[in-house]
């Protein structure tokens, strides 16, 4: 089902201060992009066989902001993302086995990934996502 870890993601309220730490401890800036489908701004970071994805709001009223407000923080770890090969399959696997699904169809990602999360209480209050990619992000 899972094929690798595909990025730890976690939410900032500014990607530009917030990759300094990364780029300090040499971990390598590789893409940015806008995912109007979350309503995000995210930036890939590199170690070279893993991906961190900064995660910033884009506006104040969608759910990344209010998290970050509710948290009262900079940033935080937001998800784990697991690689899988057929999103859809996985899905209907875990609906069958009562899994709770935030997303029960995927969305379009970073990338043009599909993404689906499920819902926090199903991952033991571990946010996690899914993804299956045509192409690597690097």
Known sequence: MVER?????VL??????SRRIYERLGIELVKTERVTEFDVEIAFMSTGAELIELVEPLSADNEFAGLLAAHDQPGFLHHIAFRVEDIE???RDLKRADVE???STPRTGAGGAKVAFLEQQAGNGVNIELVERDEEVV
């Not at 870890?5 to 993601?9: A, F």
């Not at 900032?12 to 201060?17: A, K, L």
């Open 12 to 17: 900032v309220e500014d990607i530009e201060s």
């Open 89 to 91: 399959t996985v899905l």
């Open 101 to 103: 699904l935030r997303d």
């Open 5 to 9: 870890i595909d990025h730890i993601g």
